[in-house]
């Protein structure tokens, strides 16, 4: 098994930054590909964006030159750095390891216009 928590969510303004961390414990020998992924209210959850062992990366449209993701093997994090920040940004963030197998709780953000 595989535990995953996220911190680093909160309200900002509109066009402000903020950085999610994802801290993963337990099998973390079996971690592969990480990723985040969102859910706005009455919305399916999408993914922001992933991050292969190699250290590629891709983004959903959305987000693409705004956020960047990023991972330190050794600590056994994932990181989501999101920068200017939209309204429709807002949503609870979701650390997911190995294909979407583990989740972690999620963290909210609000964007503020």
Not at 73 to 101: H, I
């Amino acid at each position: 098994q595989v535990q995953l928590v996220e911190s680093g969510g909160g309200l900002v303004q509109a066009g402000e930054s903020l950085r999610l961390s994802c801290a993963a414990s337990g099998s973390i020998d079996r971690l592969n590909t990480m990723g985040w992924y969102r859910q706005a209210p009455g919305k399916q959850r999408e993914l922001v964006a992933r991050i292969f062992q190699s250290g590629n990366a891709n983004y959903a449209d959305s987000v693409r030159g705004r956020f960047s993701i990023s991972r330190d093997n050794a600590k056994y994090t994932v990181y989501l750095q999101m920068n200017n920040l939209k309204s429709e940004d807002t949503a609870v963030y979701y650390c997911s390891a190995n294909w979407a197998l583990y989740w972690g709780q999620g963290t909210q953000v609000t964007v503020s216009s």
